[in-house]
């Protein structure tokens, strides 16, 4: 096995177990419970078979949703999250991501902050819409999606930077 099929697993494993059976458990002001786990989706390598990836997404979300019992709410953020990835990533790195010239590792904070912030509320987005699923609550969805991605982004750009493999 290549080291980056390794890394990728391990990261995965990872990111499910810390989501799993800690931020699960974790109900900040009784509606912000961050998904950290989304992280794995978006350091995933970009040059990374697109059919492959969207398998992956799938298998991603619809592991937090079995041991979340949601439903398939996670499967589906997670599906909508693959394959929004290009457009982010064409909207956060531009003429570089068109060029494959880009390792999320590399690039600058702002560029990277981007990134992680538009997929997270995307995500985030889907995610509570699914779990409301009622158009008359569409402020609540609303502010949970704005509170729980704040709470979510802090956590993937600390992690992110923490054990990314640039050293300055």
């Known amino acids: 096995m290549s080291s980056s099929l390794v890394l990728n697993i391990v990261r995965f494993v990872l990111l499910m177990a810390i989501q799993v059976y800690i931020f699960n458990n974790v109900n900040l002001f009784g509606y912000i419970n961050p998904y950290p786990y989304v992280l794995f989706l978006l350091i995933f390598p970009f ?3 697109r059919s492959i990836y969207i398998l992956i997404a799938f298998i991603t979300g619809i592991t937090i949703d079995m041991f979340g019992n949601s439903g398939g709410i996670h499967a589906t953020a997670c599906l909508f999250l693959a394959y929004l990835r290009p457009y982010a990533l064409r909207f956060a790195f531009g003429v570089s991501y068109e060029y494959n010239t880009i390792k999320l590792s590399k690039v600058g904070f702002y560029e990277r902050f981007v990134f992680i912030a538009v997929m997270v509320i995307l995500h985030h987005f889907i995610l509570f ?5 009622n158009i008359s609550n569409i402020l609540y969805t609303l502010n949970k999606t704005l509170v729980t991605s704040i709470f979510t982004i802090i956590l993937c750009i600390t992690f992110n930077i923490l054990f990314s493999g640039r050293r300055e």
């Open 47 to 49: 040059t990374a078979n």
């Open 129 to 133: 819409s699914l779990e409301v699923f």
